[in-house]
């Protein structure tokens, strides 16, 4: 059956000459067709299309390195779309008339881009991904992002106050890993847009809804949901190295796993921990002011040597500069 299917679609293909490699049956086969009457489907020549392990993707770096575009002959691509160099189009993908693909990307089998969108370097879709929609306005992405397995991005919003016809916007950045079966949002209106800042972890299921705007290096665990105009900040700065917790954001220690994480030696988290101890967690906080408590880890004679410890000072004294709003509130505990 797949292979009838295959046979049927090439004839849609105006003199063009594949090899395909088949995901189905691990073999390579050649195949030729014309049809002048019937117009271009394409807006890049059709290449095979095959994943890096098949077992003819010799054959496939091959016939790239002539044309670096690799459309699969049953992929859906409009001859308006803009596509880059050294894109992969698998099987059964869709690509609209006013999308525009950047250099590099890759469309897993089954996954779609639609309406006014425009794709940056190096993204990758991943089965049954869908970014945006038939809709006035606009869906932008970034470089580097990955879109999971049945990931649905920048499509019309879910706010009764929407009226049809009105221009919405989603405007993702770069290195962005958006899991599967997330939903991401247009705006509501024209006058905003929904924001995905950059470096995020958004985990699988999770919910960004219409007008929302989300920073730079947030994780967001498996099914988070945020309504519409959530703004993701807190509303006083956080001390560096630390961890908060809570709708009001309240200091809870060190983050020891990411200091583990960015190579930060037990040495030096040793001795964050001992300056974090002293200046948030002294044995009788009515004794010494917060400033004071500052100054004697600034010239305290092994821990002033750290450099992770001194960075860790300077952000606290830059929150208290001028026009800042100070550090998040945090909890006096009695000894340690």
């Known amino acids: 059956m797949a292979a009838a299917t295959n046979s049927i679609l090439l004839k849609l293909k105006p003199n063009i000459k594949t090899k395909i490699c088949n995901p189905l049956f691990g073999f390579a086969r050649s195949s030729s067709s014309a049809s002048p009457s019937i117009p271009h489907l394409f807006s890049a020549t059709a290449l095979p299309y095959a994943d890096a392990d098949s077992d003819c993707s010799s054959e496939i770096k091959a016939t790239a390195d002539a044309n670096p575009n690799l459309i699969h002959p049953s ?128 985990m699988g299921s999770c919910h960004i809804a219409h007008d929302c705007n989300i920073g730079n290096n947030n994780i967001f665990a498996n099914n988070t949901l945020l309504a519409g105009h959530a703004v993701v900040e807190v509303s006083q700065d956080v001390p560096k190295y630390t961890m908060v917790v809570g709708e009001r954001a309240e200091l809870r220690g060190l ?14 988290i040793k001795s964050l921990r001992t300056a974090y101890r002293n200046i948030f967690m002294p044995v009788d906080s009515n004794s010494t002011s917060f400033e004071e408590r500052i100054t004697k880890v600034e010239e305290d004679k092994e821990l002033g040597k750290i450099p992770a410890v001194c960075s860790m000072i300077q952000s606290l004294r830059d929150s208290f500069a001028q026009n800042r709003r100070g550090i998040c509130k945090f909890r006096y505990f009695s000894g340690s």
Do not use: W
């Not at 089998?109 to 089965?127: K, N, R, W, Y």
């Not at 847009?193 to 958004?202: A, F, R, Y």
């Not at 020891?256 to 030096?268: H, P, S, Y």
């Open 255 to 268: 983050n020891l796993e990411g200091l583990r994480r960015n190579g930060f030696t037990a040495t030096e």
């Open 75 to 202: 992929a859906d691509v409009h001859p308006n779309a803009v596509i880059g160099h050294g894109v992969s189009v698998g099987p059964f993908c869709t690509i609209g008339s006013s999308v525009k693909l950047g250099n590099g990307c890759r469309l897993y089998p089954g996954s779609h881009v639609f309406g006014d969108t425009e794709i940056g370097d190096h993204c990758l879709l991943m089965p049954g991904a869908v970014v945006g929609d038939h809709l006035p306005g606009r869906t932008v992405l970034g470089c580097n992002n990955v879109i999971g397995h049945h990931a649905v991005i920048g499509v019309k919003c879910q706010d009764l106050k929407y009226k049809p016809g009105d221009e919405c916007f989603l405007h993702i950045g770069d290195n962005n890993e958006i899991r599967e079966h997330t939903s991401i949002h247009r705006s509501s209106k024209s006058s905003d847009k929904t924001v995905i800042g950059d470096n995020n972890l958004i």
